[in-house]
């Protein structure tokens, strides 16, 4: 399917897409680029998932991004069926205590990759069996890949 | 399990829930080699970025490197020569083919047979005598650079090529006989960690790992790269999903590297090795995606640009991540010397993993 008719199937499916934070771009990227409210992010997959059109199966890279104000997460659909590819952002205003649905009832991958996400920003998804940090020892203070973290002894700044 | 172990190829860590002899859970513990490389990716230049992916998967270097430089090339709408693409693949190929020959020997040495590490090493140092000559390092080659290679190749390269690749052409009907025909090792590794195709894809699985599982996923075929789409080969399938499946597909992905190889050795174009670029390269603003076939899967790159010589964020897709995460879900059940065998097909790497 083209990003068009993707982009009109999708749209059919929030007939109130401004309460829903959904919005599409094009620009500045070879896919196209869906922002949705954290709110409506199940939804949103598991329909992305189910439905036979779409039929985005496999989720191949989930990313968390700190963009300065907020912090979110970056997914990169493909489905195994069409071989169409798409990519979901969706981000929190909240720096203290954020938090996002895990999507590791849809896709089974997103189990190591959130972990990681929670190691590296400090996200929480709710609804993950195994909320703890991955790389990093159970004790370690702060999120590295944050944009304000610091850390005098381990960073090297040019 | 502890990190340092000689079947877990690389510092691992596994905590096993065990009951006698049966698994009943796997708790991969990563961070032994974290080297934050994509916190320092934040903060170098594209030219300093290869440098690094070079130390990530260091069994497929070549491959990583060409999956950045590729990345900063259609970032920039930069167009390589013929010269720069065929030789990329014709190394990228050579790379793949060393990597699954100490795959193989370090897949006899997991299930007892010591003998098949030696064979498999033996013919390495071949591709390796090979590399030295030409990009001047044995492991992490650091050939490819954003516009092209670092040199060109050596007068000698073509001829050593042939002949390497006519002499591993009788190597591989041996290993076949070592141990893919042996009884032992095909009762050690018929049914065992069986992976069907829907949890292949659910989990994330790609390369030989998912391909074994009968799920098509060759980024060769799906999204050619560098001379890929001029060349014919078959995708190396099989259904059954167990170890022995994952083996099997890695034998015929030796054939179909030499069949790659022998389609492009003999017609190198001539031109440039290397398109001049800026000395401070800067992509413009915007986000770029560019996937790769490693030895191990699917390698993706993903760079956000905010049009400054640094990249925003930039982000390693790594195939080893995602096949460990189905470790636990393959494993239960099976025998301590079952997960063993199992994950000496998934062909881990734990640089790769921990970035």
Same mark, same amino acid.
């Given at each position: 399917?083209?990003?068009? !008719? ?10 109130? !897409?401004? !309460? ?37 199966? $496999? ?15 970056? $997914? ?27 999507? $590791?009832?849809?896709?089974?991958? !997103? ?48 | ?29 990563? +961070? ?15 030219? %300093? ?13 070549? *491959? ?22 065929? *030789? ?16 193989? +020997? ?18 390495? #140092? ?6 030295? #000559? ?37 190597? =591989? ?12 090792? %095909?009762?050690?590794?018929? +049914?065992?960690?069986?992976? @069907?195709? #829907? ?14 599982? +009968? ?35 890695? *034998? ?9 190889? #022998? ?17 401070? *390269? ?35 897709? @790594? ?16 025998? =301590? ?19």
């Amino acid at each position: 399917m083209t990003n068009e !008719a993707l982009q009109n199937n999708i749209t059919k499916w929030f007939p109130d !897409a401004e !309460a829903a934070g959904l919005t599409f771009s094009e620009e500045e990227s070879q896919f196209l680029n869906i922002d949705i409210s954290p709110n409506n992010l199940i939804e949103l997959m598991s329909k992305l998932k189910s439905n036979e059109d779409t039929s985005f199966d $496999y989720l191949f890279c989930l990313s968390g991004v700190d963009w300065g104000e907020e912090l979110g997460v970056v $997914y990169h659909l493909e489905s195994t069926l069409h071989r169409h590819q798409l990519v979901v952002k969706v981000r929190t205003p909240d720096r203290e205590n954020p938090t996002l649905d895990t999507v $590791y009832s849809i896709w089974k991958t !997103a189990e190591f990759h959130e972990r990681e996400v929670f190691d590296f920003f400090g996200i929480t998804f709710t609804g993950h069996p195994n909320m703890k940090r991955l790389f990093l020892t159970d004790e370690w203070q702060g999120y590295p890949l944050r944009k304000d973290y610091e850390d005098e002894i381990n960073m090297i700044l040019k | 399990m502890g990190p340092q172990h000689p079947a877990t190829h690389g510092v691992l860590r596994l905590v096993l829930t065990i009951d006698g002899e049966i698994i009943k859970k796997v708790d991969p513990d990563l +961070g032994y080699i974290h080297r934050s490389i994509e916190k320092m990716c934040e903060r170098d230049s594209y030219q %300093q970025i290869v440098h690094l992916t070079d130390r990530m998967d260091y069994l497929s270097s070549n *491959i990583n490197n060409e999956a950045v430089c590729l990345a900063v090339e259609n970032a920039l709408q930069l167009e390589v020569p013929d010269r720069v693409k065929v *030789i990329r693949t014709i190394i990228g190929e050579l790379t793949r083919i060393s990597s699954h020959c100490l795959w193989w +020997g370090v897949m006899g040495m997991d299930v007892g047979a010591l003998t098949t590490y030696f064979y498999g090493f033996r013919d390495r #140092e071949l591709i390796n005598d090979i590399m030295e #000559e030409t990009c001047g390092a044995r492991l992490t080659m650091n050939y490819n650079v954003p516009g092209g290679l670092m040199f060109d190749i050596h007068p000698n390269f073509v001829s050593r090529v042939k002949k390497f690749v006519a002499h591993f052409k009788t190597k =591989i009907p041996e290993y076949d006989r070592l141990l893919t025909n042996n009884v032992i090792f %095909q009762k050690r590794t018929k +049914g065992v960690g069986v992976l @069907s195709k #829907e949890d292949a894809i659910s989990f994330g699985a790609s390369g030989p790992v998912g391909r074994a599982s +009968g799920y098509s996923c060759d980024v060769r075929k799906y999204h050619p790269y560098s001379a890929l789409d001029r060349v014919t080969f078959n995708e190396a399938l099989q259904t059954e999903g167990d170890t022995f499946a994952r083996y099997k597909v890695r *034998i015929q992905e030796f054939w179909e590297s030499l069949s790659i190889i #022998e389609q492009l050795i003999d017609n190198i174009p001539e031109g440039e090795h290397r398109v001049p670029t800026n000395a401070v *390269i800067k992509l413009p603003k915007g986000e770029y995606y560019q996937k790769v076939e490693t030895a191990r899967g699917e390698l993706g790159v993903y760079i956000i640009s905010t049009g400054t010589k640094n990249p925003y964020r930039l982000k390693f897709r @790594s195939p080893g991540f995602s096949n460990l995460s189905l470790l636990n879900h393959i494993a239960v059940g099976g025998k =301590i010397g079952d997960l063993v065998a199992t994950m000496a097909t998934l062909d881990l790497v734990i640089p790769d993993i921990d970035r």
